[in-house]
């Protein structure tokens, strides 16, 4: 049925009655369809800028690159000046890619800031332990902020950052691409037109995938919460900040249940050896074996920082794995990440919301469906289907993307013009709404670890 001659008020009943009838629609016609005003591909707040904003990059990692990209695609809006970053690798491939000038690169991020101020802001894409002491004293120095999640490890330290950007009236963007992505601003759009009605429930589920938890939170840098941050904290605050964004109401109680279940030193199977390159005897058939995930199907070698050219790759991989934390077992790591927990959410207007991360899934991309009145939505990141209870009609979107939905350079572009305008109100993730997906992750931490049900207060 072609979309022009589509009207709800035009087909016979018996269409109506037609089993699960669908429409595959574009977000053109769903915008019309359903009266929707604005056009998620576009901020209406941003203006023409006079002058790139321009910037340092601390941190030239695998997001820190992703960002600062930005400034090459759209030199006429960001400009990178300066960079920190300890590897000298990473350093001199990010002063070629950017022309950096000698007197602004530097090996540590305190070197920065004994220089005077020397660029309008400053992006934070450090580890994770070191986002907050370098955030307060760029506040302190007068710079804008763009902050990589989280905000910090601690809710001392939130909270510290968000006082000390309220004190200095300094902008700081927090890194929660997934409000920037189509299609969660097409969700909140319609969530916003009542299409189905007042939400009732939501449920959510973030499936991490094996091969990623076992990169990231059992062998990475993330796999020790006591050591960088609880994993419900370092992946999910982006799903408990687009929980609170969709739902667009106070959240009050939260309560988490979850725990390591797999990746513990008793489930090594017989023959496993401490790494994987030790000649462990099931190593062939093992789902995550180093050797198979990095060696052979060279995946996710960002982490070894490669020459550019691949004539001794095979060389340096095998020396990583025998090396580093990559090549360990995944069943003989000090790791405490659980792989797996629920979080159960009880916001204002008598709103309820279950969200479930999920290391031990064969897929990943966040699904999501929501509950309300009139009909519901289900969704996984690139198709979502909205069924209307009174006709049964089904319409459907889809779009590919790219990582985190297409929201990064979304992201940056919004952050750029908040600060070239003094404007926070342009960017969606501002400190202040942030910080209550990470009070949100620290109250889940809490109930996890003390069988509690915790409130959520940002002023206390």
């Known amino acids: 049925m072609p979309f022009k001659n589509f009207s709800f008020k035009n087909i016979a009943s018996e269409t109506f009655t037609q089993a699960t009838a669908s429409l595959i629609l574009t977000w053109k016609e769903i915008s019309a369809l359903f009266g929707l005003k604005q056009d998620v591909y576009k901020n209406p707040l941003h203006r023409p800028l006079q002058k790139p904003v321009t910037a340092i990059l601390i941190g030239a990692g695998n997001r820190g690159n992703i960002y600062a990209d930005y400034a090459l ?5 960001l400009n990178i000046v300066g960079v920190a970053e300890q590897d000298a690798i990473r350093n001199g491939r990010f002063v070629r890619k950017h022309n950096i000038a000698a007197d602004k690169r530097f090996y540590n991020w305190q070197q920065v800031f004994e220089r005077e101020k020397f660029a309008d802001a400053v992006i934070i894409a450090t580890p994770d332990f070191l986002h907050a002491e370098p955030c307060l004293k760029a506040l302190e120095a007068g710079y804008d902020v763009l902050l990589e999640k989280p905000i910090a490890l601690t809710e001392a330290e939130c909270r510290q950052i968000f006082d000390k950007a309220k004190s200095t009236g300094r902008i700081v963007g927090v890194c929660h691409v997934l409000r920037y992505s189509p299609y969660f601003r097409q969700l909140k759009e319609i969530i916003s037109s009542k299409t189905i009605g007042d939400i009732v429930s939501v449920q959510h589920m973030e499936p991490i995938g094996y091969a990623h938890m076992a990169h990231s939170y059992v062998r990475g840098n993330w796999h020790n919460s006591e050591k960088t941050s609880p ?10 900040d687009i929980l609170r964004w969709l739902i667009n109401e106070p959240v009050e109680d939260i ?23 030790d000649g462990c005897a099931v190593e062939s058939t093992c789902p995550f074996s180093a050797l198979q995930i990095y060696y052979r199907d060279r995946k996710r070698l960002y982490v070894f920082d490669l020459p550019e050219r691949r004539r001794n790759w095979d060389y340096i991989i095998l020396k990583k794995l025998k090396t580093t934390d990559y090549g360990r077992c995944v069943f003989d790591m000090d790791n405490d990440q659980p792989d797996h927990l629920t979080i159960n959410m009880r916001f204002g207007n008598n709103i309820t919301a279950a969200f479930s991360m999920e ?25 979502y289907t909205i069924t209307d209870f009174r006709s049964g009609q089904k319409t459907t979107w889809s779009l590919k993307t790219d990582f985190h939905g297409g ?3 979304r992201l940056v572009q919004d952050w750029v013009q908040a600060v070239a305008h003094n404007d926070a109100q342009i960017l969606s993730s501002t400190i202040d ?6 009070l949100m992750a620290f109250a889940a931490e809490r109930s996890r670890l003390n069988h509690t049900i915790e409130e959520v207060k940002l002023y206390k």
């Open 255 to 277: 309560q988490c249940f979850g725990g390591l279940k797999l990746f513990r030193k008793e489930n090594a199977p017989a023959g496993s050896k401490p790494r994987c390159t």
């Open 73 to 77: 695609i759209h030199p006429d809006e």
């Open 359 to 383: 290391g031990l899934t064969s897929y990943e991309g966040r699904r999501t469906s929501i509950m309300g009145t009139k009909g519901d939505i289900t969704g996984d990141m690139e198709t």
């Open 407 to 409: 929201g990064d350079h």
């Open 433 to 438: 709404v942030s910080v209550v997906s990470h």
């Open 231 to 240: 994993i419900v904290l370092a992946k999910s605050c982006h799903d408990t």
